[in-house]
Structures are given as structure tokens and as C-alpha cells.
């Protein structure tokens, strides 16, 4: 069984940095795509990185955090690593499994939020 639990999220200055992490079982990680998806309060839910299941992964990135964010995997954890944080980061952030481009399984996220 399928099974992603996020952690990392705090709370951070503006332009601080953090790691998330992603802790994935059943399935073979570095073979999947997986993506990062985040909610903002009040908003919907925002595509934000992914990573391909080919070896090594290629990587895609919404426009809002290009330059600023990185996935990466290892065997057993999806990685987020974000820099110059602002308020409009402020989110809970939830990894993904996807099949088919399509997410099958969702962990129950971590909430991230930027102030001072």
C-alpha cells in the first residue's frame, strides 16, 4: 500500500529557506512521478514541481517558484527545498504519486508559513 508522509513545514522569515520532506512507501521512488502540489489558504490547489520517472528524474517547475525551488529523490524520500520564501509561499504543502500523469495517491501535507 501506497503510503507519503510529508514533514518539514514551520514557519519561516521572509526570505528564509527550508527542506521538505516526503517519506514514501510502496512504491519504488525513484521509478515514479511524483510531484509536489501546495494550498494556499483560501485558494486552491497549485501544481508546483515534478519529477519524471525516468533515471535521472527530469525536472519541471511552475513559473511561480522557477529558480527558487528544487525536487529531487532519493530511494526512499521526495525532497522540496525552497529559498527566498515570501508570504505568497504560505501554504500546506502535499506530495504526490501520479500514474499516468493523473495523481493516484496523496499524503496529508505540511503547513509551511512565511512571516515576520
Known amino acids: 500500500q501506497v503510503q507519503l508522509v510529508e514533514s518539514g513545514g514551520t514557519l519561516v522569515q521572509p526570505g528564509g529557506s527550508l527542506r521538505l520532506s516526503c517519506a514514501a512507501s510502496?512504491?519504488?521512488?525513484?521509478?515514479?512521478?511524483m510531484s509536489w502540489v501546495r494550498q494556499a489558504p483560501g485558494k486552491g490547489l497549485e501544481w508546483i514541481a515534478g519529477i519524471s520517472s525516468d533515471t535521472p528524474g527530469v525536472l519541471f517547475y511552475a513559473d511561480s517558484v522557477q529558480g527558487r525551488f528544487t525536487i529531487s529523490r532519493d530511494n526512499a524520500k521526495l525532497y522540496l527545498e525552497m529559498s527566498g520564501l515570501t508570504s505568497a509561499d504560505t501554504a500546506v504543502y502535499y506530495c504526490?504519486?501520479?500514474?499516468?500523469?493523473?495523481?493516484?495517491?496523496w499524503g496529508e501535507g505540511t503547513l509551511l508559513t512565511v512571516s515576520s
Open positions: 510502496g512504491l519504488t521512488l525513484k521509478t515514479t512521478w
Open positions: 504526490a504519486k501520479l500514474s499516468r500523469l493523473e495523481v493516484d495517491y
